[in-house]
């Protein structure tokens, strides 16, 4: 079973930039599918993107592409989130998840990161 840690947290103001991290462990992961997802309260977890360590093939959520990257060091088995731009309605906590099948869903999760946007 995979473990995944989220890093990089916390209180910004609007219009600033946060980059998330989520390293992971306890496997190989080099052909899974690792994605970002976010949820903020008294709403439904979104998916905002996801990569293939394998190729680095990404997927975004339309709305927030531009402003969201994500990115993946295979070395490291870490995944990373670049977020510009920050809105107060990007508050959420964040989860990263990986898969190593690629047409299902995800296998695993990690405990989260909050991420504040303040006005």
């Known amino acids: 079973q995979a473990q995944l840690v989220e890093s990089g947290g916390g209180l910004v103001q609007a219009g600033g930039s946060l980059r998330l991290s989520c390293t992971a462990s306890g496997r190989t992961f080099s052909g899974d599918r690792m994605g970002w997802f976010r949820q903020a309260p008294g709403k439904e977890r979104e998916f905002i993107a996801s990569i293939i360590f394998r190729g680095g093939v990404t997927n975004y959520r339309n709305s927030l592409k531009g402003r969201f990257t994500i990115s993946r060091d295979n070395g490291k088995n870490t995944v990373y989130l670049e977020m510009n731009s920050l809105k107060p309605e990007d508050t959420a906590t964040y989860y990263c998840?990986?898969?190593?099948?690629?047409?299902?869903?995800?296998?695993?999760w990690g405990q989260g990161t909050q991420v504040t946007v303040s006005s």
């Open positions: 998840a990986t898969t190593r099948f690629l047409g299902g869903g995800y296998e695993d």
